[in-house]
Nanobody, 118 residues
Framework: QVKLVESGGGLVQPGGSLRLSCAVS????????MGWYRQAPGNQRELVAT???????NYADSVKGRFSISRDNAKITVYLQMNSLKPEDTAVYYC????????????WGQGTQVTVSS
């Protein structure tokens, strides 16, 4: 079993920055793709960013150039640096770990609220 714990959410003004953290209970980075998703009220959960076991990153078009995903193997933590935040970035942000090769598996964190408002 793997536990994911997010932190770092909060209230920020438009144009501001936040860094989300996802602490992982054991190091799975070599076999799992780690990602951040978000869900705003009334909307479906959507992909924000992913980082593969090989270190390749992928971003939703809406956050490209503003958000950056990274990981620290020593701290077993995944980060989402969010800059130039907009009101439409307001959502609950979830950390995700997925393994597509056998035996496949997927884990989610409990989520952290990000609110962008003046």
């Amino acid at each position: 079993q793997v536990k994911l714990v997010e932190s770092g959410g909060g209230l920020v003004q438009p144009g501001g920055s936040l860094r989300l953290s996802c602490a992982v209970s054991r190091n799975i980075f070599s076999i799992y793709t780690m990602g951040w998703y978000r869900q705003a009220p009334g909307n479906q959960r959507e992909l924000v960013a992913t980082i593969t076991s090989g270190g390749s990153t992928n971003y939703a078009d809406s956050v490209k150039g503003r958000f950056s995903i990274s990981r620290d193997n020593a701290k077993i933590t995944v980060y989402l640096q969010m800059n130039s935040l907009k009101p439409e970035d307001t959502a609950v942000y979830y950390c995700n770990a997925v393994r597509l090769t056998w035996p496949s598996g997927e884990y989610w964190g409990q989520g952290t609220q990000v609110t962008v408002s003046s």
